[in-house]
């Protein structure tokens, strides 16, 4: 009956086509999920009611210019009570989980409101207004407000995420602790982009410093004042990315066959290292630990003075590791991956970005009808070859 009553009524259907959580509960008309300004400058989520007027099954102009609301006493943005428009505190009971803590009152120059759609978005502006200026991101509309709400590693709410609506999807990888190992460019791509995502922790493994060549490939950039202090790479790193979020774990070393059992616990590894002999040790530990890892690479050359090349990921799972054997794992004296330490920080970032949608897929953040366990994108084809 609710659903249908809403798409009897122009007002009501309105409301509900421009994305705001609308129902109606015992005869009264339903607004949840609006921002405001509590008394501590937080921006909250409220919800606001008032009786339906009817004739039959169609809305008539409402009986008076008020409404109810659950939540603590609306503010500017500064922490200020706001008494505009909130006329007393009133408790008002519509049901268990519904129940209005302040009367609010805000009369029309005309007197009187012409339809609900009218008199709920005044209400509604009036609420938000606040809560924009403290953060933009937020709304009453198409908005997952108590995703927002959640405690989070975010130092700040994540709104891109709740305007989009993907916070059921991003919370499939919410428990994971991922583990990038080197935090060269392509490294330090893939710490950007598992950054923004609500992983609870993020280990980085690196023992080198940062030095200008660094400057050139990696998402940002540093000042020359942080270049003479040659900051170690995870401590730079750290520093960087936690004003964003908690959880980043740094540790200054270089893994090898007397520590790779720092990795263990871990539910997904990132290899982004440069020297192939230095992956035995690693993969070999995480193939008998049963750890999930994509190792990312890339071979680029100087031919008739221009660059070719190509950039690789290979993914390996418990349940297959069948692709081991395009990772290099000992050194050849032709071996030319980072022979000539050619790296250009767009193919960093590509290289970074196929193994950051390879693990997302595999955590089903992306549909799928095959995993590619291996990929390589070659450069002057501009080709991607998958392997399932």
Same mark, same amino acid.
């Not at 499939?172 to 791509?189: E, M, P, Y």
């Not at 291996?374 to 399932?388: P, R, W």
């Given at each position: 009956?609710?659903?249908?009553?809403?798409?009897?009524?122009?007002?009501?259907?309105?409301l509900?086509?421009?994305?705001?959580?609308?129902?109606?509960?015992?005869?009264?008309?339903?607004?949840?999920?609006?921002?405001?300004?509590?008394?501590?400058?937080?921006?909250?989520?409220?919800?606001l009611?008032?009786?339906?007027?009817?004739?039959?099954?169609?809305?008539?102009?409402?009986?008076?210019?008020?409404?109810?609301?659950?939540?603590?006493?609306?503010?500017?943005?500064?922490?200020?009570?706001?008494?505009?428009?909130?006329?007393?505190?009133?408790?008002?009971?519509?049901?268990?989980?519904?129940?209005?803590?302040?009367?609010?009152s805000?009369?029309?120059?005309?007197?009187?409101?012409?339809?609900f759609?009218?008199?709920?978005?005044?209400?509604?502006?009036?609420?938000s207004?606040?809560?924009?200026?403290?953060?933009?991101?937020?709304?009453?509309?198409?908005?997952?407000?108590?995703?927002?709400?959640?405690?989070?590693?975010f130092?700040?709410?994540?709104?891109?995420?709740?305007?989009?609506?993907?916070?059921? /999807?991003? %919370?499939?990888?919410?428990?994971?602790? @991922?583990?990038? #190992?080197? $935090? *060269?460019?392509?490294? +330090?791509? &893939?710490?950007?982009?598992?950054?923004?995502?609500?992983?609870?922790?993020?280990?980085?493994?690196?023992?080198?410093?940062?030095?200008?060549?660094?400057?050139?490939?990696?998402?940002?950039?540093?000042?020359?004042?942080?270049?003479?202090?040659?900051?170690?790479k995870?401590?730079?790193?750290?520093?960087?990315?936690?004003?964003?979020?908690?959880?980043?774990?740094?540790?200054?070393?270089?893994?090898?066959?007397?520590?790779?059992?720092?990795?263990?616990?871990?539910?997904?590894?990132?290899?982004?290292?440069?020297?192939?002999?230095?992956?035995?040790? /690693?993969? %070999?530990?995480?193939?008998?630990?049963? @750890?999930?890892? #994509?190792? $990312? *690479?890339?071979?680029? +050359?100087? &031919?008739?003075?221009?660059?070719?090349?190509?950039?690789?990921?290979?993914?390996?799972?418990?349940?297959?590791?069948?692709?081991?054997?395009?990772?290099?794992?000992?050194?050849?004296?032709?071996?030319?991956?980072?022979?000539?330490?050619?790296?250009?920080?767009?193919?960093?970032?590509?290289?970074?970005?196929?193994?950051?949608?390879?693990?997302?897929?595999?955590?089903?953040?992306?549909?799928?009808?095959?995993?590619?366990y291996?990929?390589?994108?070659?450069?002057?084809?501009?080709?991607?070859?998958?392997?399932?």
């Open positions: 009956m609710s659903i249908q009553l809403i798409d009897l009524n122009d007002d009501l259907r309105k509900k086509n421009e994305g705001y959580n609308i129902s109606i509960v015992n005869a009264n008309l339903v607004v949840k999920g609006i921002p405001y300004v509590n008394r501590e400058k937080k921006v909250l989520f409220g919800t009611f008032c009786p339906l007027t009817l004739s039959g099954e169609k809305t008539v102009p409402p009986q008076d210019h008020t409404v109810r609301f659950m939540g603590e006493h609306p503010c500017d943005q500064f922490g200020t009570e706001n008494k505009s428009f909130v006329n007393s505190p009133q408790e008002h009971t519509l049901t268990s989980d519904i129940i209005g803590s302040y009367y609010f805000s009369k029309p120059q005309n007197g009187s409101y012409p339809d759609h009218t008199k709920m978005t005044k209400y509604i502006e009036l609420l207004a606040p809560a924009k200026s403290i953060d933009s991101g937020v709304s009453a509309q198409d908005f997952e407000y108590e995703a927002y709400s959640d405690i989070s590693v130092k700040y709410p994540d709104t891109n995420t709740a305007r989009a609506g993907l916070s059921n /999807i991003s %919370d499939r990888i919410k428990d994971q602790s @991922i583990a990038i #190992v080197g $935090l *060269g460019g392509t490294g +330090s791509f &893939v710490l950007d982009f598992v950054s923004k995502t609500p992983v609870k922790q993020i280990s980085l493994f690196d023992g080198d410093v940062m030095l200008n060549h660094n400057a050139f490939r990696i998402p940002s950039a540093m000042s020359l004042d942080e270049l003479k202090k040659r900051p170690s995870v401590s730079y790193f750290k520093e960087k990315y936690e004003i964003l979020r908690d959880g980043i774990i740094e540790n200054d070393v270089f893994i090898n066959e007397s520590n790779v059992n720092l990795l263990d616990g871990h539910d997904f590894v990132f290899l982004a290292i440069d020297k192939a002999e230095a992956k035995k040790a /690693i993969i %070999d530990h995480l193939v008998v630990s049963k @750890i999930p890892f #994509v190792d $990312l *690479g890339m071979g680029i +050359s100087v &031919v008739d003075n221009s660059l070719r090349g190509l950039i690789r990921k290979t993914l390996i799972t418990p349940d297959n590791n069948a692709y081991l054997s395009k990772i290099a794992t000992e050194h050849t004296n032709d071996e030319n991956v980072y022979s000539q330490n050619i790296q250009i920080s767009e193919l960093n970032a590509l290289n970074a970005i196929l193994g950051i949608i390879t693990w997302k897929k595999l955590y089903r953040f992306y549909l799928t009808e095959d995993i590619f291996n990929s390589t994108f070659i450069v002057d084809e501009e080709e991607i070859k998958n392997e399932t």
